[in-house]
């Protein structure tokens, strides 16, 4: 008797068993910008209380991210950030070699944090800035129309998941009252969804508001600057991390790329406790309670700042 072997069925004869989820879609995508974020700014192989812009920088000639970079002369240590493109080999011949310089880490570190605090003591400038690049951005609210056309996405699977139950009732795949379970099933989510839609449809006409807009930021810099003259090293990085998207060097040139969270409660208190001496105990400190910056923001302000600042050697 010969061995018999499975093949897949057309796909048109599939029959499709839907599956409640487990989690909803806010958690799982708040699940996987933390593990992204962790997974990021890792603090394994890297010395405590250094690098304050680790996994913040990019390089604007090359697009990618800067790395750290020690460097030791007459006993002394010297850290900076670098392209890894300067390296021929990385950047893919000797003709792509990346022309920007190396960047004193210390000098740029303090050069970044004085001009956010000067820029959430003045939130004036961030609304304006925002109300100069809505001006010539169609979509004022990038993360919102993300979800928006994810919502789209998924109410047009419903309606086409409610056809196919109707297709297997009329084709005598299940009865009458498997197909009411189903189609009752699928109209309670996509009426859960269409909710979802007007919800984030009302908020994006709200955050389009200036009197709404310079309030939410108004309320974020007030909570922000509470304390941040006492923040220890992990506090000020925990803060930039949560208000920086990006910050771009190039040459004698700095672009800080804001991303204000504007949600109703208040972020997690950057104010840290006395460090962990123990090397391990630190790393899982700085996992544990760094804030995930898409858990908390739903909407990201972005704004130019540009300075010149003399830290290139």
Not at 146 to 161: D, G, K, M, P, V
Not at 193 to 209: D, M
Request: hydrophobic residues 35%.
């Amino acid at each position: 008797m010969g061995r018999t072997r499975a093949t897949a069925r057309p796909r048109e004869e599939w029959i499709e068993i839907p599956i409640p989820a487990i989690i909803d879609e806010a958690t799982l995508q708040a699940v996987a910008a933390t593990a992204r974020d962790n997974s990021s700014y890792s603090p394994r192989h890297t010395e405590p209380d250094t690098f304050l812009l680790r996994r913040l920088l990019r390089c604007t000639h090359c697009q990618v991210k800067l790395n750290c970079y020690r460097a030791r002369r007459n006993h002394t240590t010297t850290r900076y950030y670098l392209c890894p493109h300067r390296d021929p080999w990385r950047a893919g011949g000797a003709e792509h070699r990346c022309p920007e310089r190396r960047v004193r880490a210390d000098e740029l570190d303090t050069f970044v944090f004085d001009q956010v605090r000067q820029l959430l003591t003045r939130p004036d400038l961030i609304t304006a800035g925002q109300t100069a690049v809505t001006a010539h951005t169609p979509a004022a609210d990038e993360l919102l129309s993300t979800q928006l056309a994810r919502l789209q996405r998924r109410l047009q699977n419903a309606r086409t998941e409610r056809g196919r139950v109707a297709d297997l009732y009329q084709a005598s795949v299940i009865d009458n009252a498997e197909m009411k379970r189903r189609s009752h099933e699928i109209d309670v989510r996509a009426h859960r969804l269409e909710q979802e839609h007007q919800t984030l449809t009302a908020r994006q006409s709200e955050l389009a508001a200036g009197n709404r807009l310079h309030l939410g930021i108004a309320n974020f810099a007030q909570r922000a600057l509470h304390g941040i003259d006492t923040l220890d090293f992990h506090g000020r990085q925990q803060l930039l991390r949560l208000v920086l998207e990006d910050v771009r060097v190039q040459g004698w040139n700095v672009e800080l790329q804001l991303r204000i969270p504007l949600d109703d409660p208040p972020p997690a208190d950057t104010r840290t406790s006395p460090a962990p001496t123990d090397k391990r105990s630190r790393a899982r400190s700085a996992r544990n309670s760094r804030p995930a910056k898409e858990a908390v923001s739903t909407w990201i302000h972005r704004m130019n700042c540009g300075d010149r600042f003399r830290l290139a050697c």
